[in-house]
Structures are given as structure tokens and as C-alpha cells.
């Protein structure tokens, strides 16, 4: 299938503005500066959530003393309960450099809203200012306090879900690893959404899509360059998920990949991967669409698509008793 039209429309936009000078690259700025610019540029593409019945600044503390930033969410629908609910603990992407709490917050309201349940977002610490592990070690701190502390917030820690685009979901499939090598209880479920998975971005996907399809090959190796700090790092499963010898007795897994994203062949190598170790795995390539389209809501009709099937998703793995889902 083609690049979707308005997708198309958009980027050409883009490279135009690129190519006149009023827009620069991502990879062309410093960390700071490329913070502020997908900060401004989340605000405009995407739509604002929808109103929920209440959003609560969290601090989780994590191994090393760091206050981790979190926001939980409660949608309306669980205004009127104390009955503890489930909750979808959520990692944003943006190369371990990029993105916060502001800039995925229209997606977790949505999923919030749409499922119904919780979200607990995670401000995971960034590169350059902290490099690998230590996006790692917040994940997984979250998951943990979240197991210790989420009934405290009205959160059923019997039905916690793990979910992340991008390297968000490189840290949610870690928290599954993780869980099962330190013998705690696995989430119900994990949703990846166009998960980057693979040490080496060496694939055809990645060659035959490079350039102009709004992940660039240039600004994925200036976010990892920043985030790693040695070849070693690379080849570390928390990093790259592909590279654990074991991806067995994991939660089920959905993967939401598009068609025109560099990281599609990872993707499904990663599903592969998880369906040969006998994990439940399903996979859905949206045609004609590029990374990151979930937040693309002002652009493409199928942001508010995905959401609706990852939400559909989440209430088959939240409440198996009811047959109407």
C-alpha cells in the first residue's frame, strides 16, 4: 500500500521547510534545543486528551535515591468507585532523549478514557544528562514501586499492563524480562508500539527507509550515540531486546508496527522471536502508515484508530469476564 496522502502532504511539508532553512533537523541540534522542538512540535500534531477525573503528579523514588517524575490518570468512568482498578504503566519513546509526560499525554488520556483504567506514566531520566542504564533502572524501579505502592492509589496490582512506543517500548518488554529473572509477577499483558528491539539498525526496513519518513536513520544514531556509552552497551538486551538469550514465560505481547517505519523489520523479528519462545504474540502492520502515527491525530484518522484497538486490547486483558469486549 502507498504512503498514506496526508502523510505524504506532511512530510513533503517538512523536507520543504527543511531544505528553506525555517526547520532544522532533529540529529542537526543540541539535546536541549531538539527537547523544546518535540515538545512544541507534540502540542501541533496531536489533539488534546479528553478530560479525565482526575491527573496526579507522582514521585516514585528509585534505586539511587533519584525522584522519579509520574503522572496517573483516572477516567471518568472510575470517578464514582474505591474498588481498585486496573492500570497500564506507560513509557513514553523519543530516543531516550526526547519526549515527557506533556508530550504523550493526549495518548494516555485516550487510553485511559477508551479502555477504561488507569495510566501511570513514567518520566524515565534522559540522555545525555543520564546514560544507559539509567532509563533502565527507572522502569523497572516504576514497576516495582507500582507492585509495593499501587493499591495505595486504588490500582489493582493483580492487573497491571505494560506498554510503550518506540524505546518506550524497549523498556516496557524489559520490565517483562526483568520480572521473570527476579521471579515477580508478570503484567497481563505488554503493548508495544513500534518497539526498537535490535542492537545494529542494519536492516532492509532500515535501508530502504532512511530518509523522509519522519524517523530519520541520522536521528536514531544521534539519540543512541548520546544514550550509550560503548559498543557494549549495544549488544545489552535491556537495550536491545533481541539480544536476550531468553524471551520465554513472558506476558502476552501486541505489537503495533507501520509500514513505513525503519523499525518494521525489527518489529517482526521480535515478534518471531516471542512467538518461537511460546509467548501469545499478536502483530499489526498499519498500512501505509510511519513511526510514531499514534500521536498523529491532527495529521491521520488512524492515530484515533490504533488507540481504539489498543484500548479494545487492554479490556480483553483487564476484564476476561466480560464477553461483550
Known sequence: MPLNDELLVFLDLAAEAMANGSRSAIHDLPP??????????SQILDVPGPEMASVQELSIEGRDGYQIGARLYKPLEFSETTDPQPVLLYFHGGGYCLGSLDSHDALCRSLAALTPCYVLHIAYRLAPENRFPSAVHDAHDGYQWLLRQGLAYGLDTSRIAVGGDSVGGSL??????????????????????????????DSES???????????????QWMFNFYLRTDADRVDWRFAPLEAPDLSKLAPAHLVLAEFDPLLDEGMAYAERL???????????????????????????EAE?????????????????????
Open 172 to 201: 516496557a518488554t524489559g520490565i517483562t524480562i526483568m520480572a521473570r529473572d527476579k521471579n515477580l509477577q508478570q503484567p497481563v499483558c505488554q503493548l508495544l508500539l513500534y518497539p526498537c528491539t535490535s542492537a545494529w539498525q
Open 305 to 325: 484508530e490504533v488507540r481504539q484497538d489498543l484500548a479494545k486490547i487492554l479490556a480483553k486483558a483487564f476484564y476476561p469476564e466480560n464477553d461483550r469486549i
Open 275 to 301: 512467538l518461537d519462545s511460546g509467548v501469545v504474540t499478536q502483530v499489526h502492520v498499519y498500512s501505509g502508515m510511519v513511526h510514531d502515527f499514534a500521536r498523529l491525530s491532527n495529521i491521520v484518522e
Open 206 to 220: 532500515h535501508r530502504r527507509l532512511a530518509s523522509g519518513y519522519l524517523l530519520e536513520a541520522k536521528t536514531l
Open 32 to 41: 536541549d534545543l531538539a527537547r523544546r522542538e518535540y515538545e512544541a512540535a
